[in-house]
């Protein structure tokens, strides 16, 4: 896996994308989040599809810090089984991806 990753995930309001964005950046799980939506996820559930408006969150972190993101995300969430899939980031501005690595480190 890549150095740097961005963490995605889903919720259900923007409110829930706030808080989930808000505390896993504050544990240092993640440098940043950004929050996308409202989107429209078509997706299929106990064998019927659903239609839902949702909020995408993006977070940047390091690939070592995927598990424990991941777990965090598990714990926070309102979602039986939440979105959570790692994107690796093949590239970048040197400075901002040596930010991102300081800003998931313990301060």
């Known amino acids: 896996m890549a150095e740097h990753v961005i963490v995605t ?8 994308a706030r808080e989930l964005a808000s505390r896993v950046v504050d544990a240092r ?4 989040a950004q929050i996308v939506g409202p989107i429209t996820s078509v997706y299929r559930w106990d ?12 977070i940047k972190t390091t ?3 995927v598990a424990a993101l991941t ?10 089984l939440p979105e959570v899939i790692a994107t690796p ?3 970048g ?3 901002y991806l040596a930010w991102l690595t300081a800003e998931t480190r313990d301060a």
């Open 63 to 65: 690939a070592d810090r």
């Open 89 to 91: 980031i093949e590239g």
């Open 71 to 80: 777990e965090r995300i598990r714990e926070l969430h309102g979602y039986d």
């Open 9 to 16: 995930s889903t919720t259900g309001s923007e409110a829930a």
């Open 93 to 95: 501005s040197a400075a």
């Open 47 to 58: 064998g019927a599809i659903q239609t839902d408006r949702e909020w995408r969150v993006e």
């Open 29 to 32: 799980l993640g440098a940043c």
